[in-house]
Nanobody, 123 residues
Framework: QVQLVESGGGLVQAGGSLRLSCAAS????????MGWFRQAPGEAREFVAA????????YYSDSVKGRFTISNDNAKNTVYLQMNSLKFEDTAVYTC????????????????WGQGTQVTVSS
């Protein structure tokens, strides 16, 4: 079992930046592949970004590629999502997730989830 706590959400103007953090506890963090998902009101949850436990391989949805960067710090048991050039349509609850299962392009199944943090982008 691993516990995930997100932070860093807030209100930002379009074109601005935010950095989300996800602190993990409970098991050896470095064994986990990590991901970020988001859900806007009335919409289904969608994949945003993922990173394999090594920190070498990353994955992004087309909607955020080139604007968002996922990274991890295994020494701090934390994964980050740097969000730049934010758009109104990025407004959502962002949730961190973890899994020991393998992930690859288009296949992102996670087992543990945080509570989420709200990101609101004003136009």
């Amino acid at each position: 079992q691993v516990q995930l706590v997100e932070s860093g959400g807030g209100l930002v103007q379009a074109g601005g930046s935010l950095r989300l953090s996800c602190a993990a506890s409970g098991r050896t963090f470095s064994n986990y592949n990590m991901g970020w998902f988001r859900q806007a009101p009335g919409e289904a949850r969608e994949f945003v970004a993922a990173i394999r436990w090594s920190g070498i391989t990353t994955y992004y949805s087309d909607s955020v590629k080139g604007r968002f960067t996922i990274s991890n710090d295994n020494a701090k048991n934390t994964v980050y999502l740097q969000m730049n050039s934010l758009k109104f349509e990025d407004t959502a609850v962002y949730t961190c997730a973890a899994t020991v299962r393998n992930i690859w392009t288009g296949h992102y199944e996670f087992d543990f989830w945080g509570q989420g943090t709200q990101v609101t982008v004003s136009s």
